[in-house]
């Protein structure tokens, strides 16, 4: 039986006592209604699952025992980072959590000229956090041990000038130059292979947006013969690569 694994944002290690966090501790209890003695797993993002019991349970919480650690070797040897437009509400959740599932190793939104969300300020603080949360509970359910970066939400510009100069960068692109079919990515066996895929919001990359991705040396890729939207796009395009260089 497959055990329920939750996030816990500290040091784990066998032998230790831990009083879990309270969203943790809500789910186990609460939702999932486990009792003292019952085992579940943590895991905090350095790539080990903790195995654990609870031993007690009251109001407020619950404590855990941890018992031992087991390596979790499921990342892809193909490092996919999503750059990804900023889309509306429930779209951009379902984009980070399929995404996640998918593999990403990175995930960078993006404001650009079509976005038609409007974040600053405190309101993106509880958006990012938001959208971590999304992304955790991706990892809980794909059983990934390692989090995806969620970098800082900012202006194409920007995070075009901020991505790694060893990465190659695709961007979706109904007249692009590339296809999957014939696309070469050149494998090095004792380095990482990076892929920067980058996604426009609803409205599509506009002419100003495609010249700053050429700019950052961004190359077309022809997906298919249908224009996908944003919360597609992006998704087929990891799962593309992940079954052509990945781990599929």
């Not at 509306?88 to 593999?103: C, F, P, S, V, W």
């Amino acid at each position: 039986m497959r055990l329920t694994r939750v996030h816990v944002d500290g040091p784990l290690a066998p032998g230790m006592r831990l009083r879990l966090p309270e969203h943790a501790a809500a789910h186990l209890v609460r939702v999932l209604r486990l009792r003292e003695g019952d085992a579940c797993v943590l895991f905090n993002g350095d790539g080990r699952d903790y195995a654990a019991r609870l031993v007690a349970t009251d109001k407020r919480g619950a404590d855990v025992d941890i018992s031992e650690s087991t390596p979790v070797d499921n990342e892809s040897p193909l490092r996919i980072v999503l750059l990804q437009g900023i889309a509306r509400g429930e779209k951009m959740d379902l984009i980070l959590q399929k995404a996640t599932e998918l593999g990403v190793a990175g995930i960078v939104p993006v404001f650009a000229d079509r976005t038609e969300v409007r974040l600053d300020g405190e309101r993106l603080d509880k958006r990012m956090a938001h959208w971590r949360s999304v992304v955790i509970s991706a990892c809980e359910q794909s059983g990934r041990a390692r989090i995806p970066d969620l970098h800082p939400a900012r202006a194409l510009r920007d995070a075009a000038a901020s991505l790694p100069a060893d990465a190659h960068r695709l961007t979706l692109d109904p007249e692009g130059t590339h296809r999957f079919a014939t696309l070469v990515l050149p494998r090095d066996a004792d380095a990482t292979t990076t892929v920067i895929i980058a996604i426009g919001p609803e409205g599509g990359w506009s002419d100003k947006d495609r010249m700053i991705l050429a700019d950052a040396g961004f190359h077309g890729l022809r997906l298919g013969p249908r224009v996908l939207r944003t919360e597609t796009a992006g998704l087929a395009a990891i799962a593309a690569l992940q079954a052509g260089f990945g781990d599929w």
